[in-house]
């Protein structure tokens, strides 16, 4: 089957300096990703992250993988809201959809997503590339 379209939610912290491990204990998840301040070239740019990507392929809506995403978050809504509290890190969200011409996802976020994100106090960010032939 061709692919048309591949989206990609991301579920991040970012911050100066917290501890990835103890973050990683708080959350009960494994992060897919992490990276410290050392791992950027330009330093003025450094800062830690911690993060959770889920990914889906040929979908046709950013709702079906970022709702998949929420369902795995929601009851850590405390403990979101703790960690950003704790240790001074903003939370967020990144949809990178990497599309065919004409073929692109419908992009809508449900009240559920919204309400999520404003209840952890998340941002929401697009990238979107018209890269795939």
Same mark, same amino acid.
């Given at each position: 089957?061709?692919?048309?379209?591949?989206?990609?939610?991301?579920?991040?912290?970012?911050?100066?300096?917290?501890?990835?491990?103890?973050?990683? $204990?708080?959350?009960?998840i494994t992060p897919t990703g992490s990276r410290t301040r050392d791992s950027f070239p330009p330093s003025g740019l450094a800062h830690m992250e911690w993060s959770i990507q889920y990914t889906a392929e040929n979908c046709n809506a950013?709702?079906?993988?970022?709702?998949?995403?929420?369902?795995?978050?929601?009851?850590?809504?405390?403990?979101? $809201?703790?960690?950003c509290t704790d240790y001074n890190?903003?939370?967020?969200? $990144?949809?990178v959809i990497h599309m065919e011409e004409a073929?692109?996802?419908?992009?809508?976020?449900?009240? $559920?997503?919204?309400?999520?994100?404003?209840?952890?106090n998340a941002e929401i960010c697009f990238d979107i590339y018209n890269d795939m032939k």
């Open positions: 089957m061709e692919i048309h379209s591949l989206i990609k939610i991301d579920f991040y912290f970012t911050g100066d300096q917290f501890d990835i491990a103890d973050i990683t $204990n708080k959350m009960g950013v709702s079906v993988p970022f709702e998949s995403l929420v369902c795995l978050l929601k009851d850590k809504k405390d403990t979101i $809201n703790s960690i890190v903003r939370s967020a969200f $990144n949809v073929y692109g996802p419908e992009i809508v976020l449900t009240k $559920n997503i919204l309400s999520f994100a404003s209840a952890i």
